[in-house]
């Protein structure tokens, strides 16, 4: 799998959807498929099957990626995880709400990672810092651009909106400080009513954005 990423920062260790590859790793590996179906496809009061899985599973070293991957795919049936297919319900009815910070960093470094809404908005959010333009994003998120310039005109103005909160001034090198008492806010002393404080960075973002 190639990774689409334009910088030298170490690849990340999140898988996409279509990445088997942790499967010999598991502690199930190898297992004759009658007794794996036994233990992990078990009767509903197969109590003993159920925790013999979760047993083996505890120590497994790709936990966490079984559970992703049942997740990801809405398996409904199974021990995946260690979880039952009734302990990942929860999971599976809240999947579009779902914020791992894990797949919002594997997406910055350039893997091809599925997102929830909440997930995609937080992507958005930190490359619109970043200075990215549309463009770009669209092409990391392989979206449809104009889509991607809605979502980065909305994040622009989240950020906008925290600074003016804040009362933060943003210096000539970029970084930002709180406003001395001295100093006068931007819609003071006939400036325009409203006016709203913008750092060079979001200016340029809203300009490649329009």
Sequence with gaps: MRYKTTNDSPAPDLRGTGDHSWHPRGSCYGMDPARADKLFFHTVRDRRAIA???RMCATCPVKKDCFTYAIDHQVIFGIWGGLTDKERKQWLEKRGERLDYDRVRATLQGRNVPLTTAERSTVIHQLCLRGWSPE????RLNADLDWIRDLMREAARVIEARDLY????????????????????PDEDGAPEGRELRTHALIASLGKAA
């Design 52 to 54: 013999e899985a979760k």
């Design 136 to 139: 770009r994003v669209a092409h």
């Design 166 to 185: 804040w009362d933060l001034v943003e210096e000539p090198d970029g970084t930002l400080r709180e406003r001395r008492p001295d100093e006068r806010r």
